[in-house]
């Protein structure tokens, strides 16, 4: 599967939508998510969701996100709100065949990476 993100630049307190838009069906992946890379870090978790209903979050955006599917549109989404200069970053949709990984090293597709940018 192939996946395409879009992301943006917001102020600091500001609410952004990530969308990533998937080239075939997305309803029997096992688990989709969003990851981001800041410059000189690792690439990191920043919320999963699983096609059995499940989602987690990482703690630094866990009471300000919130991800989402559409099956009908194959799209993924990433509501992200009260956003601060450290969630900027560059983020990637991914996905994975197992439930169970989510973690960077679990996910088998990847997007290219949309840049967000958080000002002060």
């Known amino acids: 599967v192939q996946l395409q993100a879009w992301g943006g630049l917001v102020q600091a307190g500001g609410s952004l939508r990530l969308v990533c838009s998937a080239s075939?069906?997305?309803?029997?992946?096992?688990?989709m998510g969003w990851y981001r890379q800041a410059p000189g870090k690792e690439r990191e978790l920043v919320a999963a969701?699983?096609?059995?209903?499940?989602?987690n979050y990482a703690d630094s955006v866990k009471d300000r996100s919130a991800i989402s599917r559409d099956n009908t549109k194959n799209m993924l989404y990433l509501q992200m709100n009260n956003l601060k200069p450290e969630d900027t970053a560059v983020y990637y949709c991914?996905?994975?065949?197992?439930?169970?990984?989510?973690?960077?090293?679990?996910?088998?597709?990847w997007g290219k990476g949309t840049q967000v940018t958080v000002s002060s």
């Open positions: 075939r069906s997305i309803s029997t992946i096992a688990a």
């Open positions: 969701s699983t096609n059995r209903g499940s989602s």
């Open positions: 991914a996905a994975g065949e197992k439930a169970q990984r989510i973690g960077v090293a679990g996910m088998d597709y």
